[in-house]
């Protein structure tokens, strides 16, 4: 079994960590940043084994933009998030995933009939 990418990784980790600041949030203020933290916290969770690279860019684009956006106490531990997230997305190539969506499908030793020889084509 090979080890999860750095991407993969990130999403997990960086899930659970923003899904509990999101929670943890509601105690000390009502903040829309604490919703924040929530959505792209369970979408990292939701998402580490499908699609971490995606998620990885997304979360570090709005996290940097975030903080350059409004950097002031809070604008450190956004930028940090940022550049972890971009710096995950990098190190992880775009052909590593953990299921068989982005790979070609076992060729046949059978040769095809001109029916499926046409509909492969196609697709």
């Not at 995606?54 to 996290?63: H, K, M, R, S, T």
């Not at 350059?68 to 190190?91: C, E, K, N, T, Y």
């Not at 995933?97 to 070609?104: C, H, L, Q, V």
């Amino acid at each position: 079994m090979a080890p999860p990418s750095p991407a993969r990784l990130f999403a997990t980790l960086a899930g659970v960590v923003l899904f509990l600041a999101g929670l943890a949030g509601f105690f000390f203020d009502l903040s829309w940043l604490n919703y924040l933290y929530l959505a792209s916290g369970a979408a990292g969770l939701l998402l580490a084994g499908r699609a971490p690279r995606p998620y990885a860019l997304c979360v570090g684009a709005i996290y940097t933009v975030l903080a350059i956006a409004d950097f002031s106490h809070r604008g450190w531990p956004h930028l940090a998030v940022g550049l972890l997230a971009l710096a995950a997305f990098a190190a992880t190539s775009g052909s590593s995933s953990t299921d068989d969506a982005g790979k070609e499908p076992p060729k046949s030793s059978k040769p095809l009939k001109p029916r499926a020889q046409a509909a492969a084509k196609r697709s």
